[in-house]
């Protein structure tokens, strides 16, 4: 599955070779704590909701929900696509997407994400799953890292009956580094409220996830890795191993990161080469 994206941020959601260099033998990493399920979600910032969400039924073949949600950001609506494995991908729009070159809509905090769209459309966040939000932070901060404040918040705006791991309170809770102006590189960390982390990985199998899930006609049952370009990528290494993610395999120009639930991270440098000028 290809994705369009902006140059400093760009993902894709598939399966590839590894890194054909193992990463140099080092002091045995400190992993990240309260491990989740992998990598959360994707938000793909769209200029226009309905048209990306008939493409992704009518080309893509994914099944798509018919209602909107409210987005994980002021001023923004949803269309949310959860996959057997526990990630998901989001198509985000302004909520008046006729008013997304004037930034309508969008609070002061937010702004960041007007400005993308009034230029580009594609992957500009992602989160990794965390069973705690509060102790991924305190590690996060042991480390050297700011962040902020943890958010939390609801999607659905009516409590499931029956049985439900939703209890009418906040749906979920996340931890950014700079949520006013996500890094495009570096994830947020998502916690699902009330959901049995530790049950899911001792005793669920990827079959019985699946019964829970909406079927695709495209037959996707979740993601293998997410792909991200950057500009250095011995700086990214670096922050990504301070983080806790325990690298995989590296080159001069890759590196894969495992997170969990078999998911990882693809960090890619573009390696340009100058053509010859011609002279006449």
């Excluded at 039924?57 to 696509?81: E, I, N, Q, V, W």
């Excluded at 006609?217 to 997410?226: C, F, K, R």
Aim: charged share 20%; glycine share 8%; net charge neutral.
């Amino acid at each position: 599955m290809k994705l369009t994206f902006h140059p400093a941020l760009l993902m894709l959601v598939g399966c590839i070779a590894s890194c054909s260099t193992v990463a140099e033998k080092e002091a045995p990493a400190k992993l990240l704590p309260a491990a989740g399920l992998g990598i959360n979600g994707v938000m793909i910032l769209v200029k226009d909701l309905d048209s990306a969400r008939n493409y992704y039924t009518s080309k893509l073949g994914f099944a798509m929900p018919r209602k909107f949600d409210k987005g994980l950001y002021s001023g923004t609506l949803s269309a949310y696509l959860s996959f057997a494995d526990f990630s998901s991908l989001e198509l985000v729009g302004i909520e008046d997407s006729a008013q997304a070159s004037k930034d309508s809509g969008l609070t002061k905090t937010d702004s960041f994400i007007g400005a993308f769209v009034k230029e580009h459309e594609g992957a500009r966040l992602y989160s990794i799953s965390t069973s705690s939000v509060d102790t991924t932070g305190k590690w996060l901060r042991s480390q050297g890292f700011k962040t902020d404040t943890p958010q939390s918040g609801r999607v659905a705006t009516e409590i499931p009956k029956g049985w439900d791991w939703d209890d009418g309170g906040p749906q979920w809770r996340n931890l950014a580094f700079n949520a006013n102006n996500p890094p495009a590189e570096l994830p947020s960390f998502m916690e699902i409220s009330g959901l049995p982390y530790q049950e899911i990985q001792e005793e669920w199998t990827p079959y019985a996830w699946r019964k829970y899930y909406r079927v695709h006609p495209n037959g996707v049952v979740g993601m293998s890795y997410l792909q991200i370009v950057v500009s250095d990528l011995k700086e990214a290494r670096k922050k990504f191993k301070q983080i806790g993610l325990l690298e995989l395999a590296a080159n001069d120009s890759t590196a894969n990161f495992q997170i969990a639930n078999g998911h990882q991270l693809h960090l890619i440098e573009p390696r340009l080469t100058a053509k010859p000028i011609n002279k006449t």
